[in-house]
Nanobody, 123 residues
Framework: VQLQASGGGLVQAGSSLRLSCVAS????????MAWFRQGPGKEREFVGT????????YYADSVKGRFTISRDNTKNTMYLQMNSLKPEDTAVYYC?????????????????WGQGTQVTVSS
């Protein structure tokens, strides 16, 4: 089972980026998935999550209104649309999937992790 995150890059403040996370080896259509990030010198933190079939989302306050998570279960892919990016959004972004049958924002509840993609926002 593998999660492959992509789409990161170097952008200016106020710009947009879309990250993708493609799952292979099994389907996660019924499982919750999430994005976490880890900034320089910081611990990994929750960004947002989306439930399986119903696609209900929940976001950290720091990104609410700017970031949107979606998923295409036909492609076994999750997305993170990031708008109005700020320098403080600079981090390695990780996608993850959980086998727990409820929405969770806890890092330790996620069983599968992607390798991370770097997002750098310049001021």
């Amino acid at each position: 089972v593998q999660l492959q995150a992509s789409g990161g890059g170097l952008v200016q403040a106020g710009s947009s980026l879309r990250l993708s996370c493609v799952a292979s080896g099994r389907t996660f259509s019924s499982n919750g998935m999430a994005w976490f990030r880890q900034g320089p010198g910081k611990e990994r933190e929750f960004v947002g999550t989306i439930t399986g079939n119903r696609g209900i989302t929940y976001y950290a306050d720091s990104v609410k209104g700017r970031f949107t998570i979606s998923r295409d279960n036909t492609k076994n892919t999750m997305y993170l649309q990031m708008n109005s990016l700020k320098p403080e959004d600079t981090a390695v972004y990780y996608c993850a999937a959980t086998l727990i049958g409820r929405m969770t924002i806890m890092l330790e509840d996620y069983n599968y992790w992607g390798q991370g993609t770097q997002v750098t926002v310049s001021s």
